[in-house]
């Protein structure tokens, strides 16, 4: 079984920063992809970004593009999710998520993703 906890959300203005981090249990974490999802009031899930097993492919979505960075520590077991020159638009649940196996643009698709965490949320005001 395996168990995703995130945090580092709050409340930011409009241009700043936040970094969320996904803590995982379970040996599978360096095997799989690993990957954002968030999740606005009123609207569908949406990917954000996800990164390889081995850290060497990341994906983003091009509303995040040169704005957000994931990474990941598989000695740690965390990924992390850099999120600079937040809009308001970024306001929203973001979820982290174990993918059951994925690569190139399979890792969009939330229904490859066998484990979720509970969500952490993210406000940014204007």
């Known amino acids: 079984q395996v168990q995703l906890v995130e945090s580092g959300g709050g409340l930011v203005q409009a241009g700043g920063s936040l970094r969320l981090s996904c803590a995982a249990s379970?040996?599978?974490?360096?095997?799989?992809?690993m990957g954002w999802f968030r999740q606005a009031p009123g609207k569908e899930r949406e990917f954000v970004t996800a990164?390889?097993?081995?850290?060497?492919?990341?994906y983003y979505a091009d509303s995040v593009k040169g704005r957000f960075t994931i990474s990941r520590d598989n000695a740690k077991n965390t990924v992390h999710l850099q999120m600079n020159n937040l809009k308001p638009e970024d306001t929203a649940v973001y979820y982290c998520?174990?993918?059951?196996?994925?690569?190139?643009?399979?890792?969009?698709?939330?229904?490859?993703?066998?484990?979720w965490g509970p969500g952490t949320q993210v406000t940014v005001s204007s």
């Open positions: 998520a174990l993918s059951g196996g994925c690569s190139g643009y399979g890792c969009y698709d939330y229904t490859r993703y066998d484990y």
């Open positions: 379970g040996r599978t974490f360096s095997s799989r992809a």
């Open positions: 990164i390889s097993w081995g850290g060497g492919y990341t």
